[in-house]
């Protein structure tokens, strides 16, 4: 080995301080960890990961206190909202987040989500949408596609009797409580930028104590997708994203 | 002396949370308690004492909102009537497992179902076994006096901070809404921040180098087998350390009235009645349902002719007296179902069938 | 001395709050005092009724099924508790909505036109404070000065430029009584 190499003006990547030095859980290739990383930069970029508290949901990403190095509390299944309405209530002054998985957010916790936004909550949301049930193994969830498979859609999503995708950052837009929404993807190293300035702009006007924001992360899950990383990638860049156009839904401004 | 006040169980309710010091309460109407949050909304507690109230969604958000907050070390509160408690069981499973104090109120209704808005006690099962999923207890206060209402929200608050357990408080709509003279203790402020308890709660990581957290999750069973553990031994513990009941006229007695709450207080005046018939009447009332009063109940019953439970409900409490009792008396029940109450005459004119006849 | 009355009537009648300035006055008297309504939809209109106790003594349970006094304001009241008074007991009944007057001998039966009252006073409101100077005459539970006091306990701030009105109201409740 070349150890005069090891320096760190050579350094090119390294783990923020706020990520745990253990092995994530995640499979390879899972936006998941990107999202993790990139939240945990951006709370030990701001200096805050003292004063911030987590809440992690019922999914794959239950585990998320096992990474973060900020204080966290782990949410029944859809519930993440209303731990972060409580946290957020009790401790005005902290930075206060939720992470939460497309079916949690958006089924079976709908209504504590249009709630909290509804009531103007400061609390950001991270929102995974990855058209699917991961920890489970794959059902089908609110985001799933019209047509996309899934074990409890084996013959694709059928809209005429399982409904059609729940676009619920859009529908979220109408509430005058939400100060920001926005949607961004990982696939790419440009996505990933876009995410860290978005989640940092999150925090920033929770701070500023502007309302809710949300910001929503449509990703893959290539387990589930039974894909490679590579082609799962591939598939949210040519189905998912024209259901689900990246950019901002709602700013301050038009708030 | 405190102040005395003429007041509303509910309301006395409410006034008691903000003068424990509560940092929040979260809750849902619901009759036959919507006058909690009623009252607490008029008294505008955040100007009082800075404690937050919030009307969530639904129960299942204000138990979880309650879970939030309770985790952040607050002291924190919530009060339904029976549907509404069933809506919250998952959280409060959550909060058992992960060890958050909290203190909830049932203000029973009766039920099944959408049932009747009138007083019940049919709630006793879901209180005092769980409720929820998963091996895990509660401690049960059951008040029966609007003095009660208030002295248990402290006492509540005082169980479940030292054993970092939720506790509920098993009280029922006639408790509710009727009105009592009641004495209210002065002001507690409410914990600073700095007092928070750091060894595990989230109150963010401040100078603390590894984050805390708080999860019920844990995949090995190994693990969670260990957890269970460790949550056995702290309720053998307040098994040991926590009954309170209360007894009157053991001495000599040939029969025994029992009952908890409501239900207990006419038991009592049943009980008077049969004493001046001639009957040799002694009563006892649990005051916590969980941890069960087993001794006194095992003492009595080799020398009383049998024990006569009277509850609203169905007979649940009767089970556990007969546990206690191990089949060395004779332990008989009577109850009304559906929201309505028995009064003292019937009680004793079914004592009196089932053991006098 | 224990005093276990139930006022019961229309919804509307004020039931709830004659039940409620007793108990009040009892407490202002250091006595022990209950009041239990009854409680739910059926006071929308329909019938209401509140038991209150007051005693020297702790009260053992709220929940009575028989009364030293009842004191009914419509037909269906008096027709559900008229036979739960106990012996010697006293029912104060309100003439203008009864029909069917009480039968029993064995009580102290006492008509009263509180409505009438009322009117003559100008002010319908005052219709409780009629019934509860009746009701005291003949049951001596507190004094008239306890009853002030609990009156302004029970009453608002704002509506105790009221309470001489509904003192009046009280004494020309008493005159029912003979
Ligand atoms: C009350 C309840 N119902 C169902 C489940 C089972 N469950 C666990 S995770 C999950 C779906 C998670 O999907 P999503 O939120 O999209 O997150 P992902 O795993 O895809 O990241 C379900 C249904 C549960 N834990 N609790
Ligand atoms: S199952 Fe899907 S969402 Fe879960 S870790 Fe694996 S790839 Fe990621």
Same mark, same amino acid.
């Given at each position: 080995m070349n150890e005069h190499i090891i320096k760190d003006e050579n350094l090119v990547y390294k783990k923020p301080s706020t990520l745990l030095d253990v092995p994530m859980h995640y499979c390879p290739g899972c936006g998941h960890g990107t999202v993790h990383k990139v939240l945990m930069e951006v709370i030990e970029e701001m200096g805050i990961a003292s004063e911030t508290i987590g809440v992690a949901p019922v999914g794959c990403s239950v585990f998320a206190y096992n990474y973060m190095n900020v204080d966290m509390q782990q949410a029944p299944h859809g519930r993440a909202c209303a731990f972060g309405t409580g946290i957020k209530r009790v401790m005005p002054d902290r930075y206060v987040f939720t992470y939460q998985g497309d079916g949690d957010l958006a089924a079976i916790g709908t209504g504590e989500t249009i709630h909290a936004a509804s009531r103007g909550e400061n609390i950001l949301t991270i929102f995974i949408n990855n058209g699917i049930y991961g920890m489970t193994s794959g059902q089908m969830a609110p985001t799933t596609l019209p047509g996309m498979k899934s074990t409890t859609s084996p013959r694709g999503r059928d809209v005429e009797t399982m409904g059609y995708p729940l676009v619920i950052t859009n529908l979220l837009a109408q509430l005058p409580g939400v100060a920001y929404l926005t949607r961004h993807s990982v696939h790419k190293v440009a996505n990933v930028r876009r995410l860290k300035k978005a989640i940092m702009k999150g925090f920033e006007y929770q701070k500023q104590g502007l309302g809710y924001c949300l910001i929503e992360v449509v990703t893959n899950c290539p387990s589930n997708m039974k894909m490679s990383a590579l082609a799962a990638n591939e598939f949210v860049e040519q189905h998912m994203l024209p259901y689900y156009p990246l950019g901002d839904i709602k700013t301050p401004e038009e708030k | 002396m405190g102040e005395i006040r003429l007041m509303k169980g509910n309301e006395a309710l409410a006034e008691a949370m903000i003068r424990v010091g509560c940092d929040a309460y979260f809750g849902y109407p619901i009759t036959p308690q919507s006058e909690v949050l009623e009252y607490l909304s008029e008294q505008d507690p955040m100007s009082r004492t800075g404690m937050v109230i919030l009307q969530a969604e639904s129960e299942v958000a204000a138990i979880n909102m309650v879970h939030g907050a309770a985790g952040c070390g607050k002291r924190v509160i919530t009060t339904s009537s029976s549907p509404g408690i069933s809506l919250m069981q998952e959280g409060i499973s959550y909060m058992a497992a992960a060890e958050i104090p909290c203190v909830i109120a049932n203000v029973i209704r009766g %039920?099944?179902?959408? %049932?009747?808005?009138q007083p019940s006690q049919s709630d006793y099962f879901q209180a005092v076994k769980g409720g929820g999923h998963g091996d895990y207890k509660l401690i049960v206060l059951a008040p029966s006096t609007v003095q009660e209402m208030v002295n248990h929200v402290k006492q509540g608050f005082e169980l479940a901070e030292k054993y970092r357990t939720p506790v509920m408080l098993l009280a029922d709509g006639a408790i509710g809404q009727m009105m009592e003279k009641v004495e209210l203790f002065p002001q507690i402020p409410r914990k600073k921040d700095s007092e928070l308890p750091q060894e595990w709660a989230t109150t963010g990581r401040g100078d603390r180098k590894l984050r805390n957290f708080i999860t019920s999750l844990n995949i090995q069973p190994e693990k969670m087998e260990e957890i269970n553990l460790h949550l056995q031994e702290k309720y053998r513990t307040i098994e040991a350390n926590e009954v309170q009941y209360e007894a009157n006229n053991l001495e000599g007695a040939e029969y025994i009235f029992t009952g908890f709450g409501m239900g207990a207080r006419i038991c009592n005046k049943a009980a008077e009645l049969g004493r001046a018939k001639g009957y040799k009447i002694g009563v006892i009332r649990p005051i916590t349902l969980y941890p069960f009063p087993v001794a006194i109940y095992n003492d009595v019953a080799s020398k009383v002719k049998g024990i006569f439970d009277v509850e609203m409900n169905a007979g649940q409490m009767v089970e556990d007296v007969k546990l206690a009792v191990s089949g060395k008396t004779r332990v008989e029940f009577y109850g009304r179902m559906g929201g309505m109450i028995p009064s003292p005459e019937e009680i004793l004119e079914n004592f009196e069938k089932i053991f006098i006849k | 001395m224990t005093e276990e009355v139930i006022f019961a009537g229309f919804g509307g009648q004020g039931v709830l709050s004659m039940g409620q300035i007793l108990a009040y006055a009892g407490m202002m008297e250091g006595k022990e005092v209950c009041w239990m309504p009854s409680y739910g939809p059926e006071m929308r209109g329909g019938t209401a009724n509140c038991n209150v106790i007051v005693s020297d003594e702790p009260i053992v349970s709220p929940i009575i099924s028989t009364y030293d006094t009842v004191v009914a304001l419509n037909q269906p009241s008096l027709d559900k508790f008229e036979s739960r008074i106990k012996p010697g007991g006293t029912l104060i009944y309100e =003439?203008? =909505?009864? =029909?069917n007057p009480p039968t029993r001998t064995d009580i102290k039966v006492i008509p009263i036109s509180a409505n009438e009252t009322a009117l003559e006073l100008g002010n319908q409101k005052v219709f409780n404070m009629v019934v509860l100077g009746a009701f005291l005459a003949e049951r001596k539970t507190i004094s008239d000065e306890g009853l002030e006091k609990g009156l302004k306990q029970a009453l608002p701030e704002r509506h105790h430029k009221l309470i001489p009105l509904n003192m009046t109201a009280f004494a020309k409740g008493k005159e029912f009584v003979k």
């Open positions: - | %039920g099944p179902g959408l %049932g009747t808005i | =003439t203008s =909505t009864v =029909t």
